[in-house]
């Protein structure tokens, strides 16, 4: 097989992966039998309607949740069978996160809350200074690293927030509504942001989004609804 036919490396494997959850003595599906493939390299956006399982499904493949059943292998490891202390390493080598709310500690800057993964790791201080500014560099805020949350604007926040979550140089970036908390303009600047980083840094990333706009944006559009998983038809208008 030559390079220019050969399969692309897969970062995300799942197989009859199952979820539910107990309301009392009543168990509620969330997932039903998912199976599905990310390529490295891809930028996949995951849509439906709320309570369709999107989330959980994020969770799952970010080892924040663990499945009831089925397979979920990332970068070549089963992480469904990893204990809890295991999985927590894991992912904090493995994946950066992004939420809706940004999720920055207030009384520490821009710089510091970038720097915060690193703190769990054994590079030295200077390695992580080195770091964390590379990754707000990356992101536009070279000259925002001393700002404190409440002195940046919300797409600034979100930017400190990717910037946090490149630090640490994940095999995977898991975003849940990146631009759901953002005016029109702070979001479109969020997701050239991570166009970019999937374009020209080639970084994985796996975002679950309610906008179709956001969605577009991303190589792959995949719909749940009901916990069942199927390829979704965005209107090319948007």
Do not use: C
Not at 23 to 31: M, S
Not at 189 to 195: F, I, M, P, Q, S
Not at 197 to 207: Q, R
């Amino acid at each position: 097989m030559t390079p220019e036919t050969a399969e692309p490396n897969k970062i995300v494997v799942i197989e009859h992966l199952s979820k539910s959850y107990m309301r009392g003595d009543q168990e509620i599906p969330v997932l039903r039998d998912i199976s599905l493939t990310v390529d490295e390299g891809e930028f996949l956006a995951l849509m439906g309607p709320s309570g369709s399982g999107k989330t959980t499904l994020l969770n799952l493949i970010a080892g924040i949740d663990t499945p009831d059943e089925g397979m979920l292998r990332i970068g070549g490891e089963n992480i469904a069978e990893l204990d809890e202390s295991k999985l927590s390493q894991w992912r904090a080598r493995h994946v950066g996160f992004i939420f809706q709310f940004y999720n920055l500690i207030p009384v520490l800057n821009a710089f510091e809350n970038v720097q915060l993964p690193l703190l769990l790791t054994s590079l030295s201080r200077e390695i992580r200074r080195e770091h964390a500014e590379v990754a707000l560099k990356a992101v536009g805020l070279a000259d925002r690293m001393d700002h404190y949350p409440s002195q940046l604007s919300g797409g600034q926040q979100q930017r400190v927030a990717i910037a946090r979550a490149l630090v640490t140089d994940p095999l995977l970036i898991v975003a849940d509504e990146p631009t759901g908390d953002l005016d029109k303009r702070s979001a479109g600047e969020v997701l050239n942001l991570l166009t970019q980083l999937n374009d020209d840094f080639e970084k994985t990333i796996i975002m679950v989004t309610h906008d179709a706009r956001a969605a577009k944006r991303s190589k792959k559009i995949l719909y749940l609804d009901k916990g069942v998983l199927a390829e979704s038809l965005v209107d090319d208008t948007l």
